[in-house]
């Protein structure tokens, strides 16, 4: 008897932590503390070689960070070296404008931010079969407005 009820007092102190700790996560909201920036945007800054004043643009929203997977939206204004550092160097492929990836990406953006008139200039990338079958790692779309220069990344991890 003593065992059983040990037993259960752990597996609900595990529920307890699972859904309170480690599912909850962080809230959705705008991250300006750099080091809670994603691992994606920090490689990118990276391997396209950033100077300070670019990084100082970067505006990142959070829309869940849990223990498993997270979900940012990021935007700055991009030089050809970015945009070339995150299509080519992470294997991006263009999509429709008028696609499902295009509008759920639009759907998630910030109601303070900018949204972008996709059948006005812009083009559309994102992670080979994004959105169309189940995937697991870091998934990227992309909006890139080819007049302004600006840049909206939409970053999905999935573990």
Partial sequence: MLVTLVVACVLVGLRFVYR?????GKPPGFVEDRSEWPRGLKE????ANLGDSDIDAIRVYRLYDRAWDAEYIWQFDAGPQVVKALVDGRGLTPVAVDGNVAQEFV????????IPDLSQGYEVYSTPGYKATYMEGELFAVILDKDEGRLLVWYTFIF
């Fill in 44 to 47: 990118l800054i990276s391997d």
């Fill in 107 to 114: 759907d998630k953006l910030p109601t303070n931010w900018s």
């Fill in 20 to 24: 309170e700790v480690i599912y909850a």
